[in-house]
């Protein structure tokens, strides 16, 4: 492992084309933080649940909420995908992205956690045969009592029963946060953002997270570099994997509060506060490049209308493991000509290569049982 501090590297950078291109990087840091701050501040003003469920729940659900905190509770013996979701509609176009996570990992528990959505939204995927997707209501207070974390709860609630605590605030995306760290501290799996498109099987992807390379985008002062991944200084907290118990997951949870009571802001406890955290626990975490996990070089055309034989399409098939919408959770999010967008194309092809593979394979089978079933002459 190797840890800089950006202003002691800098030290060592004084030509021209390095400060062009750090403005450049700190130009669209400017941009993306401006971007998903106007995406948060033009959602609607809707009653955020993190105690109950709005919709009427089974007997049985209703009696592990009341016990555990959650009306399905994972399982330790399967790979658990997590989605979240605040708010009474998915958008279309996170409905599409939910089919791509679950094509891919028909053997997996796909969890998407939510107290307003009605449960009616996953018939259409039961329908087509994905019984492995669930709608998970939870209380959150009775999730983390006698926990790590109860601190940030306890105050949450407070906050949003109406009393006020200094000048704190508590939003979607605070909650959003601390509920994806805890579920994959407390369970073990994958968190996907609810705006990622999934193009491959991610299932052997173990204790990862993504980060930008080469100083392509700064969120901390630390700089790390690993044998692959040559001077980093940001992770993403939209996509990443650990197991149950995993110290890095548990510093998250621990230190959560502090983060959040300091900075508030759009997400005081995401990416900066994991950089912080990386230091105690690198040597437990595999760090893999964004461009592989969210398919970041081409990032920004995700949403353009492209050709079929756009050489794009074959990189982004072969390099990417999920391509990302920027969504940042908006209840209103779509996009024009979908049919003929770069990321409907991406996940086409990965569905029509995914269904070539299964098939071969299921000839091969079908051949290798024929031969044994064959009587010796």
Same mark, same amino acid.
Request: proline fraction near 3%; charged fraction near 25%; aromatic fraction near 12%.
């Given at each position: 492992?190797?840890?800089?501090?950006?202003?002691?590297?800098?030290?060592?950078?004084?030509?021209?084309?390095?400060?062009?291109?750090?403005?450049?990087?700190?130009? @669209?840091?400017?941009?993306?933080?401006?971007?998903?701050? =106007?995406?948060? *501040? $033009? #959602?609607? !003003? %809707?009653? +955020?649940?993190?105690?109950?469920?709005?919709?009427?729940?089974?007997?049985?659900?209703?009696?592990?909420?009341?016990?555990?905190?959650?009306?399905?509770?994972?399982?330790?013996?399967?790979?658990?995908?997590?989605?979240?979701?605040?708010?009474?509609?998915?958008?279309?176009?996170?409905?599409?992205?939910?089919?791509? @996570?679950?094509?891919?990992?028909?053997?997996?528990?796909? =969890?998407?956690? *939510? $107290? #307003?959505? !009605? %449960?009616? +939204?996953?018939?259409?995927?039961?329908?087509?045969?994905?019984?492995?997707?669930?709608?998970?209501?939870?209380?959150?207070?009775?999730?983390?009592?006698?926990?790590?974390?109860?601190?940030?709860?306890?105050?949450?609630?407070?906050?949003?029963?109406?009393?006020?605590?200094?000048?704190?605030?508590?939003?979607?995306?605070?909650?959003?946060?601390?509920?994806?760290?805890?579920?994959?501290?407390?369970?073990?799996?994958?968190?996907?953002?609810?705006?990622?498109?999934?193009?491959?099987?991610?299932?052997?992807?173990?204790?990862?997270?993504?980060?930008?390379?080469?100083?392509?985008?700064?969120?901390?002062?630390?700089?790390?570099?690993?044998?692959?991944?040559?001077?980093?200084?940001?992770?993403?907290?939209?996509?990443?994997?650990?197991?149950?118990?995993?110290?890095?997951?548990?510093?998250?949870?621990?230190?959560?509060?502090?983060?959040?009571?300091?900075?508030?802001?759009?997400?005081?406890?995401?990416?900066?506060?994991?950089?912080?955290?990386?230091?105690?626990?690198?040597?437990?975490?595999?760090?893999?490049?964004?461009?592989?996990?969210?398919?970041?070089?081409?990032?920004?055309?995700?949403?353009?209308?492209?050709?079929?034989?756009?050489?794009?399409?074959?990189?982004?098939?072969?390099?990417?493991?999920?391509?990302?919408?920027?969504?940042?959770?908006?209840?209103?999010?779509?996009?024009?000509?979908?049919?003929?967008?770069?990321?409907?194309?991406?996940?086409?092809?990965?569905?029509?290569?995914?269904?070539?593979?299964?098939?071969?394979?299921?000839?091969?089978?079908?051949?290798?049982?024929?031969?044994?079933?064959?009587?010796?002459?």
């Amino acid at each position: 492992m190797i840890i800089l501090k950006i202003s002691s590297f800098l030290k060592r950078k004084t030509n021209k084309s390095f400060v062009k291109s750090s403005l450049f990087v700190i130009i @669209i840091n400017l941009f993306l933080f401006i971007y998903f701050s =106007l995406i948060y *501040s $033009n #959602e609607p !003003n %809707e009653i +955020i649940t993190i105690n109950n469920s709005l919709e009427p729940i089974k007997v049985e659900q209703k009696s592990l909420l009341e016990t555990v905190g959650v009306s399905y509770v994972p399982k330790e013996e399967t790979f658990n995908i997590f989605l979240i979701w605040y708010g009474e509609t998915l958008p279309d176009i996170y409905f599409k992205g939910l089919e791509t @996570i679950i094509f891919h990992h028909p053997k997996c528990d796909v =969890l998407l956690f *939510s $107290n #307003e959505l !009605n %449960e009616s +939204i996953i018939f259409p995927l039961k329908e087509k045969g994905y019984n492995n997707v669930h709608i998970v209501r939870f209380n959150l207070t009775k999730m983390v009592e006698n926990n790590i974390g109860y601190d940030f709860v306890e105050k949450a609630n407070k906050l949003l029963s109406g009393e006020k605590i200094d000048n704190l605030q508590v939003t979607r995306v605070h909650l959003s946060d601390f509920l994806r760290y805890f579920l994959v501290y407390s369970y073990g799996g994958l968190y996907l953002d609810t705006d990622s498109f999934v193009l491959k099987n991610m299932e052997h992807l173990r204790n990862m997270i993504s980060v930008r390379e080469k100083f392509s985008y700064i969120c901390s002062q630390k700089v790390y570099s690993t044998p692959k991944l040559a001077n980093f200084t940001c992770v993403s907290n939209g996509v990443y994997h650990f197991e149950k118990n995993h110290k890095f997951m548990k510093d998250a949870v621990i230190n959560y509060e502090s983060w959040w009571r300091r900075i508030q802001g759009y997400a005081p406890a995401g990416a900066v506060m994991l950089m912080d955290l990386i230091e105690n626990n690198f040597d437990k975490i595999n760090f893999l490049s964004q461009n592989e996990i969210l398919c970041l070089n081409h990032l920004f055309i995700t949403r353009n209308e492209i050709s079929e034989n756009d050489p794009r399409l074959l990189d982004a098939f072969n390099t990417c493991y999920t391509t990302q919408l920027l969504g940042a959770g908006s209840s209103t999010m779509s996009i024009n000509s979908f049919n003929v967008s770069f990321v409907e194309k991406k996940v086409g092809v990965a569905q029509q290569n995914n269904s070539s593979y299964e098939k071969d394979e299921n000839v091969k089978k079908e051949s290798s049982d024929q031969d044994t079933d064959e009587e010796p002459d």
